[in-house]
């Protein structure tokens, strides 16, 4: 059984840094994709940075220039500088491997002063 592992959201001040992690286990298999995905209340999910086993990355426009994905095997790592109050979110791990989605439980990721 696979399992991805969040962890590193909190509450930070505007302007502040972040870095969230996430781990698989239950597999030694790899994702030919993994990347972040955030929910803020009464939105819809969107996918906020996706990486590739090659190496590959995407990043939605508001986040562009501010977060960094990384993957080392079988985990993703976000880093979120210069956080703004519209990051508030939920923010989930998400791995594909074949047709099969991975999702873990996610983390509150919270920007206020």
């Known amino acids: 059984q696979v399992q991805l592992v969040e962890s590193g959201g909190g509450l930070v001040q505007p302007g502040g840094s972040l870095r969230l992690s996430c781990a698989a286990s239950?597999?030694?298999?790899?994702?030919?994709?993994m990347g972040w995905y955030r929910q803020a209340p009464g939105k819809q999910r969107e996918a906020v940075a996706l990486?590739?086993?090659?190496?590959s990355t995407t990043y939605v426009d508001s986040v562009k220039g501010r977060f960094t994905i990384s993957r080392e095997n079988a985990k993703v790592y976000l880093q979120m500088n210069s956080l703004k109050p519209e990051d508030t979110a939920v923010y989930s791990c998400?791995?594909?491997?074949?047709?099969?989605?991975?999702w873990g439980q996610g983390t509150q990721v919270t920007v206020s002063s």
């Open positions: 990486i590739t086993s090659g190496g």
């Open positions: 998400h791995g594909l491997r074949g047709w099969t989605n991975y």
């Open positions: 239950g597999s030694t298999l790899s994702f030919s994709r």
